[in-house]
């Protein structure tokens, strides 16, 4: 399979939602619980996507404001119908973030990082909208390791086609792991880097439960799933059924893990 077929392209919220946006809402309480930032602040998250993050914000942290910074328009359409205007949301880039210096006191990012394509100039772009003294967060996924709906569907898929490891988000995003994402921040010029692990369950009633969000198209693994003709598709499907730990009653019980990471201006 020619590699320039895969997309990592996020623009279809629903798709999105299915595959792993609803597992990304429930590691975003966590991972604000971990920063623990006092309320009255104002909020920026970068890559706002579809709102699971900025939603979380207004539920759980009493911000003074919270606005969204969104390049995919389709996204951005999700999450202004998403949040119901409770956020000032903006189409931009990690890269050119449309807000004035020091407009903001909590810069976060969830799932993006890995992403963007220059990262040494998004976080000087977070660290030029964030107050001196502020914090700039983010988390990513543990492709590499034990994110393991997304590992059965590479390790089954390289199984059948060596080429598909260059593919395999675990091995083309080197801030998915834990030493990367501290040398980032700590080689960006930010104080007192933090990387932490948070874990959630992602349990699928059946296996094709766990099969459909990869029909959607959204993100390299569905996109790759998607490029491949029926017959090499199927071949897959039963690839990874045959190695994804089913229970009894045909249920499926995985770990998500995602590294997150917190720094000061």
């Known amino acids: 399979m020619d590699q320039k077929q895969i997309s990592d392209t996020w623009e279809r919220g629903n798709p999105y939602e299915q595959y792993v946006g609803r597992w990304s809402r429930q590691l975003a309480p966590l991972f604000l619980s971990w920063l623990g930032i006092p309320a009255g602040r104002r909020w920026l998250d970068v890559g706002c996507g579809t709102g699971a993050l900025c939603a979380a914000v207004l539920d759980h942290c009493a911000p003074a404001s919270v606005a969204g910074v969104e390049p995919s328009a389709g996204f951005l359409k999700a999450s202004i119908e998403n949040l119901a205007h409770r956020a000032a949301l903006h189409q931009g880039s990690a890269a050119a973030i449309p807000l004035d210096d020091g407009s903001v006191d909590v810069v976060v990012s969830g799932l993006v990082l890995n992403f963007v394509p220059d990262l040494r100039a998004a976080l000087a772009e977070m660290a030029r909208v964030t107050e001196q003294g502020g914090t700039i967060a983010a988390y990513v996924w543990d492709y590499a390791g034990k994110m393991e709906l997304m590992r059965h569907f590479w ?34 010029g930010l104080h007192g880097t933090e990387v932490s692990a948070i874990e959630i369950s992602t349990p699928f009633a059946s296996f094709e439960d766990y099969w459909a969000p990869f029909l959607g198209g959204q993100g390299p693994a569905p996109a790759y799933a998607m490029a491949l003709d029926e017959t090499a598709r199927a071949r897959l499907r039963e690839r990874i059924r045959a190695r994804i730990p089913l229970r009894a009653d045909g249920s499926i019980s995985l770990t998500a893990r995602a590294w997150a990471v917190r720094a000061r201006c």
């Not at 089954?156 to 040398?183: I, K, T």
């Open 155 to 188: 390790d089954a898929a390289v199984e059948l086609d060596a080429a598909a490891a260059a593919m395999d988000e675990g091995v083309r995003f080197p801030v998915c792991r834990r030493e990367a994402l501290a040398e980032l921040f700590a080689s960006a």
